[in-house]
């Protein structure tokens, strides 16, 4: 491992103290560790391409760094890239040439990221790409209620719910039966509308983000999907009522004398 020294730095940066360095090029400097930065609050601009760094970690205390060049490095993960999010001054960052740029979406989770930075590896970030990457936040985000949802555990088992109604002095096991039938519905029911209160939440922070555009296709597929649920209602009314009067007719032949 290859750490940086104060006197290394502060040659380096034409500086007197760690605090007032601004500027810093570490180009091809063979360096290993980074956890000098966390002394550089006032660090702007670094260099720091053509090195053997491995994380992003000890820049998070950078706040105000504005460019950011570390390509030629051994980033390995695109997780790293949370380290860099509070830094709201960020603007530059040229991170092409690490394992992690090798990714297919690289681009996309990297603007997602960062939404603050105009430049990546040297490229303007266009505005389709900031569409792009925020859809596939949402989407992530969406995937990540309706999962949660779905997979909630129930709180009572049915056998745990049989063996409480059953202490009851009289209980038959045909009454616990049907006993945990009941409250095993009724918790689905439950599971089911806090599953819908999840997803109308995602919804509904998805609607924040669209253009008017998209939301005239929004309301247009919905109108859509009103318009199959009231024609299903209608079919299972008149199935039900249809099948009321074949059972009132067979009741009356029932009863009626031959």
Not at 36 to 46: A, F, K, S
Not at 59 to 70: G, H, R, V
Not at 75 to 82: C, H, N, R, Y
Not at 212 to 230: H, K, N
Request: net charge negative; with cysteine; charged share 20%.
């Amino acid at each position: 491992m290859v750490m940086l020294t104060e006197k290394d730095v502060l040659l380096r940066a034409h500086a007197t103290s760690l605090e007032s360095v601004v500027r810093l090029n570490l180009w091809n400097a063979h360096i290993t560790d980074l956890s000098i930065l966390r002394q550089m609050p006032n660090l702007e601009v670094v260099t720091l391409s053509v090195n053997n760094i491995c994380s992003l970690k000890d820049i998070a205390t950078c706040t105000k760094l504005k460019e950011l060049y570390i390509r030629k490095n051994s980033i390995e993960s695109l997780d790293e890239l949370q380290y860099l999010r509070s830094l709201l001054c960020l603007r530059v960052l040229w991170l092409s040439e690490n394992p992690c740029a090798e990714d297919d979406d690289y681009r996309l989770h990297t603007v997602q990221a960062l939404p603050q930075l105009q430049f990546l590896d040297n490229v303007a970030i266009e505005d389709e790409e900031r569409e792009d990457a925020s859809s596939a936040a949402l989407n992530a985000s969406l995937n990540a209620s309706l999962n949660a949802s779905l997979n909630a555990p129930v709180s009572l088992s049915t056998s745990s719910m049989q063996s409480s109604m059953g202490q009851d002095a009289g209980v038959t096991g045909d009454q616990v039966d049907s006993g945990a039938q009941l409250q095993t519905g009724a918790m689905r029911t439950s599971s089911t509308s806090s599953a819908g209160n999840h997803v109308l939440s995602a919804v509904l922070t998805l609607l924040n983000a669209l253009d008017a555009d998209a939301l005239q296709t929004v309301m247009v597929s919905t109108q859509t999907q009103l318009a199959l649920i009231a024609k299903v209602t209608r079919l299972d009314m008149g199935n039900t009522t249809k099948d009321g009067e074949l059972a009132t007719e067979k009741a009356k032949r029932e009863v009626e004398p031959a």
